[in-house]
């Protein structure tokens, strides 16, 4: 076979072979990301455990041995026992729970208030645009962090009374019902949104001048069905990659505010409640700090190994290196 006749082939090969969409180039670059890969396998079997903790804990979460109290690691209890001769492990397989609902519910509401916040004041501009993003900044303006204490004392103070009679009385009865996690809900929710809505503006305005969004408009496609059939499908990626990273920040703040007395309510199990339990016996009695710190600070690794994989997966300027 002539050089020619390979060369036509080969033409004709490529041509006949099926064009590689965006997401499976981001697929298999993700897959090259071994990091990335083995805390993605970690996360869900991470989710499996929570989901099925109450068939693979050993005990209860709430119980209480007394004569067991501070019980070494042994054959009874593989990682100890506390200070009211509760079982670490079981708790700490519980605490799953919490952790990882508060980090998909925050990053759900973000990702969903943020989005739509966003695409509005990057696709229409002019006006909206100003107002919307000036209200961001006053929003950034607040320290987030006090701002949640005191959003949760708030809350807690509005729990405690009872509010019975009242229209937050089924809130703060769904709020006992989940151990005090509605409300970290909320006041997590309460800001971290701003930082999606600024990432998803800017998305936007880059890409609402391209020629795809030219063509629909003048088609006569209503501004709905761009903002959400075109514009949404291009800026979800990078968005979804943002929130993946900010999780280990909702978890680390689920547990400080646990650790202070302002997150989930006894019993129920959380990373940050075992460690306030723990480090008061940290000389004698170490075994019930580290599973749980331990845990925490695996969890938010694998968090920021995946958003890592991610990122580099849905970011264009460094497909063409791999």
Known sequence: MTVTARQEKSATFDLARKPRSPMTDAWNMLLKNKFAVGSGIFLILLVLLAIFAPLVAPEGIDDQKLPDNYMSPGSQYLMGADQFGRDVLSRVIFGTRVSLSVAFAASLVSLIIGLVYGLIAGYFGGRVDSVMMRIVDILYGFPFLIFVILLQVYFKAVANKGGAGTIAAPI?????????????????????????ARLARGQVLSYKEMEFVGAARSIGASNMRIIFRHLLPNILGPCIVYETMAIPGYIFTEAFLSFIGLGVNAPTPSWGIMVNNGYRALRSHPHVLWPPAIALVITTLAFNFLGDGLRDAFDPRLKGTS
Do not use: S, T, V, Y
């Not at 703060?172 to 930082?195: E, H, Q, S, V």
């Open 172 to 196: 703060i009865a769904l709020d006992r019902k989940i151990g005090g996690m509605l409300f970290i809900f909320l006041a997590l929710g309460a800001l971290n949104w701003i930082g999606m």
